[in-house]
């Protein structure tokens, strides 16, 4: 028989998934600047002069943009890998009731 698959509810497994999220995310910060970088170097070299007003929101808004990203994709990929999604699956949708009582998901009108 298989052993079951740790969820986040066990302390240590859950600092060593969390602890892999981190570091995922020390490296996309800077992966994030450094593409930051790229575009101002190209904004630079294609547009011309660029103002202190537009490499700022330029790097900031790249940056933020591939942070943001790489974050919520290192999320997916942590609830998948860590099996929350398994447990949250398990559980079903059978129990879901709304105010009035009655089952929102299959009630009919």
Do not use: C
Not at 31 to 38: D, E, G, L, P, Q
Not at 47 to 59: C, E, R
Request: proline fraction near 2%.
């Amino acid at each position: 028989m298989t052993d079951p698959k740790p969820t986040l509810d066990d302390a240590e497994y859950s600092r060593l998934v969390w602890n892999r999220f981190r570091a995922m995310l020390k490296w996309m910060g800077l992966a994030s600047v450094a593409t930051a970088a790229i575009a101002l170097v190209w904004m630079h070299y294609y547009g011309g002069g660029l103002t202190i007003a537009v490499a700022l929101t330029t790097a900031f808004g790249v940056a933020l943009t591939v942070f943001m990203a790489a974050a919520l994709m290192g999320l997916i990929f942590l609830s998948s890998g860590s099996g929350h999604d398994d447990v949250v699956d398990a559980q079903g949708h059978d129990d879901v009731v709304d105010a009035q009582g009655q089952d929102s998901l299959n009630h009919r009108e």
